[in-house]
C-alpha cells in the first residue's frame, strides 16, 4: 500500500512515522501524529479498531484505506517476517527450539506462558476486522492487488477514486501508470514471495485442521473459502 500511495503525485510520507496497536495509553501520542499531518500526506500502521480510533478519524475528516489478507498466508509470512527482525516471538521459538510446523502452530494457536503471550490468529484478526464495517473505510484485498492484470487496474482505480472523489489531479489513465510504474514488491520490508497461496505449500492436513478449529468460518466471512471443505 505504501507503494501504491508514493505513486500518486504529490503524495508524501514520513517514513520514520508509523502508528501501531493505538491502545488507549497511546491515543493522545497518536492523536498529535496524526493532527501533524500535511496536505497530501499519509501515516501507515496497524491499529486496532476501536469506537475511539472511529471517531476520531472521522472527527479528523481523514481517509482510511483497510489493507487485509487471506489469514493462512499472514501466517507463514509472518512466520517469516519474525526470524526476520528478530521480534520476541522468534526468540520464544528459538529457545523453544521448534520446528516450522510448531512455529506454525503457535501462530495459529497462540503462546502463552509466565513471561510472553502473543495472541492466536482469530484473536489477532479480531482485533482489526470491525474496520470492514465502518462505511467510511474502503477495505482491500491484498489478493486483488496481485491476482492479475485486470483485478489489479480496478482495485487501483477504486483507491483513486476513494481518496480524490471527483477531483482527480491527472486522467485516471496517467495516475494508474504513476502507480504501476512504482510498485515493486521486493522493496518492502514484508516481502518474501509476494504471491497468492503460499501456504498450500506449508499446511499439511494437522495445520489445516488446526486453523479450521481456530478460526470456524472466518475464511468464508472474507470471502476466501465457499465452506470449510478446503
Do not use: C
Not at 124 to 146: A, G, K, Q, T, Y
Not at 180 to 202: C, M, V, Y
Amino acid at each position: 500500500m505504501f507503494q501504491i500511495l508514493t505513486g500518486l503525485p504529490s503524495v508524501k510520507h514520513d517514513q520514520l512515522l508509523h502508528l501501531y496497536e493505538g491502545f488507549p495509553y497511546q491515543f493522545t501520542h497518536h492523536e498529535q501524529a496524526l493532527r501533524g499531518i500535511k496536505e497530501n500526506e499519509f501515516i501507515s500502521g496497524h491499529i486496532y479498531y476501536s469506537k475511539s480510533w472511529e471517531d476520531k478519524l472521522k472527527e479528523l475528516n481523514m481517509k482510511q484505506i483497510f489493507l487485509y489478507r487471506d489469514l493462512r498466508d499472514i501466517i507463514v509470512s509472518y512466520n517469516h517476517y519474525v526470524e526476520k527482525v528478530d521480534a520476541p516471538l522468534f526468540h520464544v521459538f528459538r529457545e523453544q527450539n521448534l520446528s516450522q510446523k510448531e512455529r506454525l502452530l503457535a501462530i495459529i494457536n497462540g503462546v502463552e506462558s509466565s513471561s510472553f503471550n502473543h495472541p492466536g490468529i482469530k484473536e489477532w484478526f479480531s482485533f482489526f476486522i470491525n474496520w470492514m464495517h465502518i462505511p467510511h473505510v474502503l477495505s482491500v484485498r491484498f489478493e486483488d492487488l496481485i491476482s492479475n492484470e485486470q483485478s489489479q487496474t480496478k482495485t487501483l482505480s477504486t483507491i483513486i477514486k476513494y481518496l480524490y472523489n471527483d477531483h482527480l489531479p491527472l486522467p485516471i489513465d496517467q495516475m494508474l501508470s504513476s502507480i504501476k510504474r512504482n510498485i515493486d514488491p521486493s522493496q518492502s520490508a514484508t516481502f518474501r514471495k509476494g504471491k497468492i497461496g503460499s501456504w498450500q505449500e506449508e499446511f499439511d492436513q494437522e495445520l489445516k485442521d488446526a486453523f479450521k478449529r481456530s478460526t470456524g468460518d472466518l475464511l468464508i466471512q472474507l470471502g476466501y473459502e465457499q465452506n470449510n471443505n478446503w
